[in-house]
């Protein structure tokens, strides 16, 4: 237990402070508010989220219309994010986030239309997926923005971050586990609804939020001027630069495995939406031990290491994940996926969130949506035709590899990283 206990330590987490350092972000009003509403909002678009790659794949038996769905749902995110980050410049975040989460309810509820009245086909699913990709290329940057907003103070925001990612693995683990049941007992359409509804949480929240009103004197620069510029900056700073990259890397051949585990829940493993149910869910159990893990860190400082070893057991326990036939193995390597993914992107997100200069935050942090989410498209979309030609299983197991071979580069640089990040950290107040 001690040998434990000391290697916790090592890697920065408060061992002997308990829930009071866990949850320490909430002593802002703001924040707490925004926990609330996305306690309720994140579980139905998990929900969503399940019962949608159930559906696709339901009326199409074809892992590449399951890539092909996730591709043009996130590519508008990939062409519209860089110059979102500017655009978020000139803009109230709160008036902004009310109105995305608005436009998504009524996507929702429209989907939700189409599937209980029998007439959903393939292209309106595509124009949807569409339609929220556009909304979120907007709400996704701008929430990143936000949450510096919301808490009073700035040793908090590592916390907030990791409260942040704690919410969304909860949901991970409580939506799929509702929609398996939901899907088996009364159809995807009632899981759209649920979603539609969910979001009210989030609309009360910000409502009530409290937020000082935008300095007038920040005058960013416009377009494609603005856009440069904040390219220039993250790629300028190895640190950011690195991270960015890795985070990238990991979308692209890593993150497609959420969209072929329909695939592996039917054809492979000879299961069901339940069956796909229980894989999410148990993702979401390793994704909150990483989150709480996080959650008990005081400092970002040595968070490059967990990283990069973060981004290596993700790799490897997918790799396994990918020879696995037998439905209880499958789901028990489940948590280590979840473990590790986690880990690897909400210490990237704490340290460019720590690193990045105020006046750079919103182009920055677009930056990072791009990096993670924007990429994933081309990733889905290359996974589901490496599938329908050589099979899920091998298209998982050769991602794994590469996540693992991308942290040990990562892991060999962080020294030279470390001497460049280090005295930027202290002098922002961090040790």
């Known amino acids: 237990m001690h040998y434990f206990r000391t290697r916790l330590v090592e890697f920065g987490v408060q061992t002997g402070r308990g829930l009071r350092q866990g949850l320490r972000a909430l002593r802002s009003r703001n924040y707490r508010l925004?926990?609330?509403?996305?306690s309720i909002s994140l579980i139905g678009l998990w929900i969503q989220r399940v019962?949608?790659?159930?559906?696709?794949?339901?009326?199409?038996?074809?892992?590449?219309?399951?890539?092909?769905?996730?591709?043009?749902g996130q590519i508008p995110i990939?062409?519209?994010?860089?110059f979102t980050g500017v655009w978020l410049e000139r803009w109230d975040l709160r008036k902004l986030l009310l109105i995305t989460q608005w436009m998504a309810v009524a996507q929702a509820l429209v989907l939700a239309a189409l599937t209980l009245s029998g007439t959903i086909l393939y292209w309106h699913i595509v124009i949807l997926s569409t339609f929220l990709g556009v909304v979120n290329s907007f709400d996704m940057p701008a929430r990143q923005a936000f949450v510096i907003q919301l808490v009073d103070?700035?040793?908090?925001?590592g916390n907030a971050i990791a409260l942040n990612s704690s919410l969304f693995n909860s949901a991970r683990l409580i939506g799929p586990s509702i929609a398996g049941i939901a899907i088996a007992a009364v159809g995807e359409g009632i899981c759209f609804l649920v979603n539609g509804l969910s979001y009210l949480g989030t609309i009360a929240a910000l409502r009530a939020i409290?937020?000082?009103?935008?300095?007038p004197s920040i005058r960013p620069k416009p377009g494609l001027s603005g856009v440069i510029d904040g390219l220039e900056y993250a790629f300028n700073f190895p640190p950011i630069k690195a991270l960015l990259i890795l985070l990238t890397l990991l979308s692209l051949f890593g993150m497609p495995y959420l969209v072929m585990l329909p695939v592996f829940a039917k054809e492979v493993l000879g299961g069901g939406p339940k069956t796909l149910g229980y894989l999410l869910a148990s993702t979401g159990v390793g994704a909150l031990g990483g989150t709480v893990?996080?959650?008990?860190?005081?400092?970002?400082?040595?968070?490059?290491?967990?990283?990069?070893?973060?981004?290596a057991l993700f790799g490897v326990a997918l790799s396994l994940f990918s020879m696995s036939r037998i439905q209880l193995l499958s789901i028990s390597l489940m948590p280590l996926v979840g473990f590790g993914m986690v880990l690897s992107v909400s210490s990237c997100n704490t340290l460019i969130q720590t690193l990045v200069d105020e006046h750079m935050r919103r182009r920055v942090m677009s930056l990072y949506v791009v990096s993670l989410v924007g990429t994933g498209p081309v990733g889905s979309l290359l996974a589901g035709a490496a599938a329908n030609l050589f099979g899920a299983p091998l298209t998982l197991f050769i991602g794994g590899l590469v996540c693992v071979g991308v942290s040990f580069i990562f892991y060999r640089n962080l020294p030279g990283l470390r001497t460049l990040a280090l005295p930027l950290l202290k002098e922002k107040g961090y040790s």
Not at 78 to 82: A, E, I, N, S, V
Not at 153 to 157: I, M, N, V
Not at 210 to 215: C, K
């Open 78 to 82: 990939f062409f519209l994010t860089l």
């Open 34 to 38: 925004f926990f609330m509403g996305q």
């Open 210 to 215: 409290r937020v000082p009103p935008r300095d």
């Open 153 to 157: 103070r700035k040793e908090d925001l």
């Open 293 to 311: 893990f996080l959650a008990l860190r005081k400092s970002p400082i040595g968070l490059g290491k967990v990283a990069a070893y973060a981004t």
């Open 51 to 72: 019962a949608l790659s159930w559906l696709v794949y339901r009326i199409t038996l074809s892992p590449l219309s399951l890539g092909f769905v996730d591709f043009i």
